[in-house]
């Protein structure tokens, strides 16, 4: 059974930057999929990034395009996500996702494995 402990969640300013981390146990992390999605209050999850592990290809949605990257060290069994230039918009709970398919994809549905969340806040 995967399971996927998310950190790094806080209370920023708006401009600013903050790293997530996401620890994943009980697979071959080399043969997971790593997504990142969000959710704000009364909206639903939404696609931010993920990062396939077939040959590393990284998918961004637009609103997040250019201020985060997604990235991950399969030595440590870790996923980052660097998000810099941190809007109000952005503040939501961020959640890692995994899956054994080999390429990124946008779709929730689309992930077997969940963490349980942490939270941004970006205070304008």
């Known amino acids: 059974q995967v399971q996927l402990v998310e950190s790094g969640g806080r209370l920023v300013q708006a401009g600013g930057s903050l790293r997530l981390s996401c620890a994943a146990s009980?697979?071959?992390?080399?043969?997971?999929?790593m997504g990142w999605f969000r959710q704000a209050p009364g909206m639903e999850r939404e696609f931010v990034t993920a990062?396939?592990?077939?040959?590393?290809?990284?998918d961004y949605a637009e609103s997040v395009r250019g201020r985060f990257t997604i990235s991950r060290d399969n030595y440590r069994e870790m996923v980052y996500l660097q998000m810099s230039s941190l809007k109000a918009e952005d503040t939501a709970v961020y959640y890692c996702a995994a899956d054994t398919a080999p390429t990124p994809d946008r779709g929730p549905a689309n992930y077997a494995y969940w963490g349980r969340g942490t939270q941004v806040t970006v205070s304008s």
């Open positions: 990062i396939g592990w077939a040959n590393g290809a990284t």
């Open positions: 009980g697979h071959t992390f080399t043969r997971l999929t």
